[in-house]
């Protein structure tokens, strides 16, 4: 057992388990190099030599304590049979939803079409270099899913108010959470030993529309996973209650943004908390970056804490700074 899943089942650990969001990706040049080879992003996504290449890529530089699976929250969309592209400089392009076509996917087509991630997840649970790391595997929250669905594009480009006079919009809720339990399942078999629910853009919705569309949906996936013996991780980026967020939903941890103040979350939130500082730190002068790393640490202290970042890795950062943070994370007593 890794140590990330030690520090959530409060067994006693040496040091501050750390690992990042986006550690692949591509702030490492050797991740450029194979993604300049390979320009259809879901293509490379969806081979499993390349995809476990560059999810022990980030362990084979840094002393992390978990490796993450390469991969992408919109492959659910994908495996429910909407076209997803990315292009570059633009992100996700959706197409069209068939509903008929959508709503009559069976468990068995999701898990063939998906079958190359857990493909990735055994061969590369079975490497070395992993060790007693913990494997995550993912998935997106059920409102993310359906904002990408829907919406068609990020929404940082434009959100349609339209999507919640969907006609079909609650078959679509379903839809999306058989697949993840679906996906969540083929992952844990195959080798996972963590779930990360990625919810990017709950900090979107009003407080009277938070019940429907993450409250619920989220606490049966959390169940569901807990259920097969897993521990989950949520990630409701910006959502604007997050104690109340963990007395509903009752992740095994909770992982907070950049925005929050983490003062109050150590004193209002008692579950194991992971991340919240912010990826810009990381461009910072080493110092500064460090100083910025010290005061979550320090706040912590008495937390079951898991370091890690308020979102993912940048794009510009460089891998030296990732390797001076997690040194000084490690040897942080
Ligand atoms: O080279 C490229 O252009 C691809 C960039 C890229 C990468 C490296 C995308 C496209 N996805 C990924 C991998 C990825 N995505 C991982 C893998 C492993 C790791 O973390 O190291 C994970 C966990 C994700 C999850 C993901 N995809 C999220 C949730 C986390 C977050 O960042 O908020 C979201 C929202 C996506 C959608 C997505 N995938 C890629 C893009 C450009 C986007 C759109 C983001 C947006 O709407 O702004």
Same mark, same amino acid.
């Given at each position: 057992?890794?140590?990330?899943?030690?520090?959530?089942?409060?067994?006693?650990?040496?040091?501050?388990?750390?690992?990042?969001?986006?550690?692949?990706?591509?702030?490492?040049?050797?991740?450029?190099?194979?993604?300049?080879?390979?320009?259809?992003?879901?293509?490379?996504?969806?081979?499993?030599?390349?995809?476990?290449?560059?999810?022990?890529?980030?362990?084979?530089?840094?002393?992390?304590?978990?490796?993450?699976?390469?991969?992408?929250?919109?492959?659910?969309?994908?495996?429910?049979?909407?076209?997803?592209?990315?292009?570059?400089?633009?992100?996700?392009?959706?197409?069209?939803?068939?509903?008929?076509?959508?709503?009559?996917?069976?468990?068995?087509?999701?898990?063939? &079409?998906?079958?190359?991630?857990?493909?990735? $997840?055994?061969?590369? @649970?079975?490497?070395? *270099?992993?060790? !007693?790391? /913990?494997? #995550?595997?993912?998935?997106?929250?059920?409102?993310?899913?359906?904002?990408?669905?829907?919406?068609?594009?990020?929404?940082?480009?434009?959100?349609?108010?339209?999507?919640?006079?969907?006609?079909?919009?609650?078959?679509?809720?379903?839809?999306?959470?058989?697949?993840?339990?679906?996906?969540?399942?083929?992952?844990?078999?195959?080798?996972?030993?963590?779930?990360?629910?990625?919810?990017?853009?709950?900090?979107?919705?009003?407080?009277?529309?938070?019940?429907?569309?993450?409250?619920?949906?989220?606490?049966?996936?959390?169940?569901?996973?807990?259920?097969?013996?897993?521990?989950?991780?949520?990630?409701?980026?910006?959502? &604007?209650?997050?104690?109340?967020?963990?007395? $509903?939903?009752?992740? @095994?941890?909770?992982? *907070?943004?950049? !925005?929050? /103040?983490? #003062?109050?979350?150590?004193?209002?939130?008692?579950?194991?908390?992971?991340?919240?500082?912010?990826?810009?730190?990381?461009?910072?002068?080493?110092?500064?970056?460090?100083?910025?790393?010290?005061?979550?640490?320090?706040?912590?202290?008495?937390?079951?804490?898991?370091?890690?970042?308020?979102?993912?890795?940048?794009?510009?950062?460089?891998?030296?700074?990732?390797?001076?943070?997690?040194?000084?994370?490690?040897?942080?007593?």
């Amino acid at each position: 057992m890794g140590a990330i899943k030690d520090c959530i089942n409060g067994k006693k650990i040496s040091n501050t388990p750390v690992w990042f969001m986006r550690q692949a990706g591509r702030y490492l040049p050797e991740f450029r190099e194979i993604r300049s080879r390979n320009t259809n992003f879901i293509e490379l996504c969806l081979n499993p030599s390349l995809s476990k290449e560059i999810s022990i890529q980030p362990l084979k530089r840094f002393n992390l304590d978990a490796l993450i699976i390469f991969s992408d929250i919109l492959f659910i969309p994908y495996a429910l049979g909407q076209s997803v592209e990315f292009q570059k400089n633009f992100g996700p392009k959706l197409g069209e939803l068939d509903y008929k076509d959508i709503l009559g996917k069976s468990d068995k087509e999701i898990s063939l &079409k998906l079958n190359p991630i857990y493909e990735l $997840i055994k061969i590369t @649970s079975k490497d070395e *270099i992993l060790n !007693d790391k /913990d494997l #995550i595997g993912f998935t997106g929250a059920t409102w993310t899913i359906m904002v990408y669905m829907l919406n068609k594009k990020s929404p940082k480009k434009k959100l349609d108010e339209n999507i919640f006079n969907n006609l079909q919009q609650d078959d679509l809720i379903t839809k999306i959470v058989q697949a993840q339990k679906i996906h969540i399942k083929n992952q844990v078999e195959s080798g996972a030993s963590l779930i990360q629910i990625f919810d990017s853009w709950a900090g979107l919705l009003d407080e009277e529309k938070i019940e429907k569309y993450i409250y619920q949906p989220t606490k049966e996936i959390v169940e569901f996973t807990k259920r097969l013996g897993v521990e989950v991780i949520c990630f409701p980026r910006n959502i &604007k209650n997050y104690k109340k967020f963990c007395e $509903i939903v009752n992740p @095994s941890a909770i992982s *907070i943004d950049y !925005d929050v /103040d983490p #003062i109050k979350i150590a004193e209002s939130v008692n579950i194991p908390i992971q991340g919240g500082m912010d990826p810009k730190c990381l461009l910072l002068d080493k110092n500064d970056m460090l100083k910025n790393a010290k005061r979550y640490l320090e706040i912590f202290k008495n937390h079951k804490y898991i370091f890690n970042l308020g979102h993912g890795v940048l794009p510009e950062t460089k891998p030296e700074n990732v390797k001076i943070l997690v040194d000084y994370v490690k040897d942080f007593k």
